[in-house]
Nanobody
């Protein structure tokens, strides 16, 4: 079993950087072999994949967010992080971290999710 927990500020001001951390606990012995993702959901809207970090530390980002997004990993702490720059109120959403369970081409499914953390962008 794996547990994921997002952490970070719940309120960010416009134009600032949003920084979130996902801490992996439980069976972490194989965590470096998996792909990990950040996904968000604005209120009343669907899930939006933001990006993923692969076992070799390569990263892939949603093209619509690529210029503002960075995902990194600290294997010594069993954590991976999200940074989203120049935020606007449109970035207000519940942010989730998740472990990729299976991919077929560009489509992936997730087998473990964090509970999600609300981030509001407002002055």
């Amino acid at each position: 079993q794996v547990q994921l927990q997002e952490s970070g500020p719940g309120l960010v001001k416009p134009s600032q950087m949003l920084s979130l951390t996902c801490t992996i606990s439980g069976d972490t012995s194989t965590s470096m072999h998996y792909r990990w993702s950040w996904i968000r959901q604005p209120s009343g809207k669907g899930l939006e994949w933001m990006g993923s970090i692969l076992p070799d530390d390569n990263t892939y980002y949603n093209p619509s967010l690529k210029s503002r997004t960075s995902i990194s990993r600290d294997t010594s702490k069993n954590q991976f992080s999200l940074q989203l720059s120049s935020v606007t109120p449109d970035d207000t959403a519940v942010y989730y971290c998740a472990r990729v369970g299976y991919c077929s081409g560009s489509m992936c499914s997730y087998d473990y999710w964090g509970q999600g953390t609300q981030v509001t962008v407002s002055s």
